[in-house]
């Protein structure tokens, strides 16, 4: 039967916290067309119940007409609308004797035994969480401090609050976190943490896990070069090997310029491409500190193209101009002045026309992670690595996505291997150069 590719697509629905080839997709989605996605909150949600085999809760992958492994996907982030009113999330601690290995993914119940168990919330509190099989209280999570945390209907500012207010909000937390109809989690402000309260802060959303279907499956917040480190050799049915983890896409990367304008380019590994996302944040400083910050329902608009024949083996971001390094900002007319008048002081005939350019590299830590950058940007413009780390030290930035081990590798790159790469169009709607 042939499909009909379409031109807009409506996703609500989740994969349980897996992605990968098993995982069928929606679709087909027209290339240059729009999907429309109702997501549901990462982290402390899906960490908190149990039945999850990833540590979030992502869309069902869309397939892209035309996207075939080797070419890549420019996702264009037109909106992101926050539709939760409050939140909560912290630092967190384990509870032995709940988990195998890994919490977020190899889960059992302390009571009967039962792996990745249904569960259900009685009451609020750190206890609320409760097997569906024996009523034992199963989380393998604990916050050590958190904080509930509510929001303007306008998504500009957000504020902490106190004990009394977080167990009243607690008891309406669903309806709260405005969890989508097909949702499956058990919402986090049934733990009504307080420990913070009277703390403002600005918003600024941002997509902590979108990208395409990696070449392998595994746990939805394993899919990146830090988190998944811990799948190699796992003791329990999701882990990898050291080559495996190579066939990963970094959709989860907690990068907090992954946000509305944006445009993130994504390789295609498996047959349709396969683009999925959640894990939206209302806010987030760089590095993610506390490993989790604030989980929110949202509806979220995306363009999706196909970029034919562009081979990367991780993801590319054209964030907005405001987020660019100071050094890698696209040079205006007088800066242009300045300088072919400092070419022509010192009898230089040659000089670069060059527009910024974002790889996201993944690691277990952040050296290994900015030594993974550094690679894809190597691999991808026919250069050194060691050209890449002299442009980058003089017309770019290393910046923290995320602790322990996402960053993003910056550059001013010349625009004639933009040109033969297919990107320059792209950065040119960009950045209007």
């Known amino acids: 039967m042939i499909v009909k590719p379409k031109q807009e697509i409506r996703v609500n629905t989740f994969t349980g916290g897996m992605v990968g080839p098993s995982i069928p997709m929606i679709g087909l989605l027209a290339n240059g067309g729009v999907v429309i996605a109702d997501t549901a909150p990462g982290c402390w949600g899906p960490m908190i119940t149990p039945s999850f085999q990833g540590g979030h809760e992502v869309t069902v992958p869309v397939a892209v007409e035309?996207?075939?492994?080797?070419?890549?996907?420019?996702v264009r982030i037109r909106k992101i609308r926050v539709t939760s009113a409050a939140t909560a999330s912290g630092t967190m601690t384990f509870v032995d004797g709940r988990y195998t290995g890994d919490p977020f993914v190899a889960r059992h119940c302390p009571g009967c035994g039962t792996e990745n168990?249904?569960?259900?919330?009685?009451?609020?509190?750190?206890?609320?969480?409760r097997c569906a099989e024996c009523g034992a209280e199963v989380s393998p999570f604990r916050l050590s401090n958190g904080y509930t945390i509510v929001f303007d209907e306008q998504s500009q500012m957000a504020l902490t609050v106190g004990a009394e207010v977080a167990e009243r909000m607690a008891g309406d937390a669903r309806k709260l976190m405005a969890l989508p109809e097909s949702c499956s989690q058990n919402p986090a402000l049934a733990l009504c943490p307080s420990d913070i309260p009277g703390v403002i802060t600005r918003m600024r959303p941002f997509l902590g896990n979108i990208g395409s279907t990696p070449a392998i499956d595994m746990p939805d917040s394993h899919n990146a070069g830090d988190f998944g480190q811990f799948l190699v050799n796992a003791p329990h049915k999701f882990g990898i090997t050291a080559e495996q983890l190579e066939l990963r896409t970094d959709g989860h990367m907690d990068i907090d310029s992954v946000r509305e304008g944006a445009i993130l380019i994504c390789p295609v590994k498996v047959q349709g491409g396969g683009i999925y996302l959640g894990d939206a944040h209302?806010?987030?400083?760089?590095?993610?500190?506390a490993g989790h910050t604030t989980d929110v329902s949202a509806e979220v608009t995306l363009k999706l193209s196909v970029i034919k024949g562009l081979t990367i083996d991780g993801p590319i971001l054209l964030p907005p101009i405001d987020d660019l390094p100071h050094l890698a900002r696209p040079l205006s007319a007088s800066e242009q002045q300045f300088a072919r008048g400092l070419a022509d002081r010192f009898g230089q005939s040659v000089i670069e026309d060059a527009a910024p350019i974002q790889f996201v590299g993944s690691g277990a830590n952040l050296n290994d992670a900015t030594e993974n950058g550094i690679a894809r940007a190597a691999k991808l413009l026919g250069m050194s690595n060691e050209e890449i780390m002299n442009r980058v030290t003089i017309s770019g930035a290393v910046e923290i996505g995320r602790l322990p081990g996402v960053v993003t590798v910056t550059m001013l790159v010349p625009k004639a291997k933009l040109q033969?790469?297919?990107l320059l169009d792209l950065v040119n709607e960009q950045y209007g150069i």
Not at 66 to 74: K, L, R, T, V, W
Not at 282 to 289: C, F, I, T
């Open 66 to 74: 035309g996207a075939e492994p080797g070419d890549s996907i420019a």
């Open 117 to 129: 168990p249904n569960s259900r919330v009685e009451g609020i509190g750190p206890e609320a969480i």
């Open 282 to 289: 209302a806010m987030q400083g760089d590095g993610e500190l």
């Open 420 to 422: 033969e790469l297919g």
